[in-house]
């Protein structure tokens, strides 16, 4: 009965390579969000999508897109991966201006 | 632009003490949310608790508080009777209250330890 669940959990890859982290949420949200948290811990907001329209779009290169085919699922594809982009991912939900609910992260190594 | 500063990188505090962490933030919206999150050694993000700015009470949740001090733009939480599973990261942030501007702004985060 998770309710915001990514997969996966870890994802160790070289650079240049492409990956997609997956997301999704049992709440019944309206809005779903991608967050990046660096080595430093500071999480910032990349992208958010409401009822699969795309509102937020934070100066995020442009090999990362996102894609929500659905209300209940928004995932992140990242093309060309750089040593840069290792973090941990969050996805989060919530429903119109109500708290958001994280998911348990996805630890990306570039090496 | 929105932004919020935890000026505590660190913080510790003994078993069953209360402790304060500090937030500040700096806006020129008068309605928007404020927040903390809690982020333990499993890196899951839990919502700790929640205060809407046009409220005047403090919230409170158990043995979480806050002292909301909007014309100070200042958002401390407090842990009373602090227990070993209070140890994590805490992390202070932001939301407008305006339609499509839902991102959360984070402070830097405070590193809470709890010792027995």
């Known amino acids: 009965d998770t309710a915001v669940s990514q997969t996966p959990k870890y994802l160790v890859t070289q650079m240049g390579n492409d990956k997609s982290i997956k997301c999704e949420q049992n709440?019944?949200?309206?809005?779903m969000y991608w967050y990046k948290q660096d080595s430093k811990k500071f999480l910032k907001i990349m992208f958010s999508?409401?009822?699969?329209?795309?509102?937020i779009n934070e100066t995020v290169p442009n090999r990362f897109s996102p894609k929500s085919p659905d209300k209940a699922h928004l995932n992140l594809h990242i093309n060309s991966l750089e040593l840069g982009d290792s973090a941990v991912y969050f996805c989060a939900s919530s429903q119109l201006t109500r708290e958001q609910y994280f998911g348990p992260g996805t630890r990306l190594t570039v090496t | 632009a929105q932004t919020v500063t935890q000026s505590q990188p660190e913080m510790s505090v003994q078993e069953a003490e209360t402790v304060t962490l500090s937030c500040t933030y700096d806006t020129s919206e008068s309605d928007y949310y404020l927040f903390w999150y809690k982020q333990p050694p499993s890196r899951q993000m839990i919502l700790v608790i929640r205060?809407?700015?046009?409220?005047?009470q403090n919230a409170t949740e158990n043995r979480f508080s806050v002292n909301f001090q909007k014309a100070a733009k200042s958002f401390s939480l407090k842990i009373s009777d602090s227990q070993l599973g209070d140890a994590a990261m805490y992390f202070c942030a932001y939301r407008s209250a305006s339609r499509g501007a839902q991102k959360l702004v984070f402070g830097q985060g405070t590193r809470l330890t709890i010792n027995p």
């Open positions: 709440l019944g949200h309206d809005t």
């Open positions: 999508y409401n009822n699969k329209e795309l509102i």
């Open positions: 205060q809407e700015a046009y409220k005047q």
